[in-house]
C-alpha cells in the first residue's frame, strides 16, 4: 500500500533539503540526494520525496493500514511548517 501527493511548489527543492535535514536530526535512515531526491525511513513506514522546478512529490508506504493516518498527518504537519509563506495545498492519492 502507498500513497500519493504531487503538491504545486516553486520551493520543492528547499523543502525537501529543510525536511530531510530535520528528520536527519531525529531517525537514524534518511537520505538526501542533491535537492531533487530524498528519503525518511519512520518508524510507521517510507517517505520518498521527489523535487523539481514546480512540485514537490510524495509517496508513503505505511507499515500498515492503521498507521497511515498518523503517518501522514506527521508529514503535514513538518511541510506545513516549512512552508509558512505559502498556502501549500497538500491532497493525497491512493
Not at 538526501?32 to 520525496?49: D, I
Request: net charge positive; aromatic share 10%.
Amino acid at each position: 500500500m502507498h500513497v500519493m501527493a504531487s503538491i504545486p511548489t516553486e520551493n520543492a527543492k528547499r523543502y525537501l533539503g529543510q525536511f530531510v535535514k530535520h528528520f536527519s536530526h531525529k531517525l537514524p535512515f534518511t537520505r538526501w540526494e542533491t535537492n531533487e531526491r530524498g528519503s525518511v525511513e519512520f518508524p510507521m513506514g517510507q517517505c520518498k520525496l521527489k523535487a523539481d522546478e514546480a512540485r514537490l512529490s510524495i509517496s508513503l508506504e505505511p507499515t500498515s493500514a492503521e498507521a497511515l493516518s498518523e503517518f501522514k498527518d506527521v508529514v503535514e504537519r513538518h511541510l506545513l511548517r516549512f512552508a509558512f509563506r505559502e498556502n501549500l495545498t497538500i491532497a493525497w492519492q491512493n
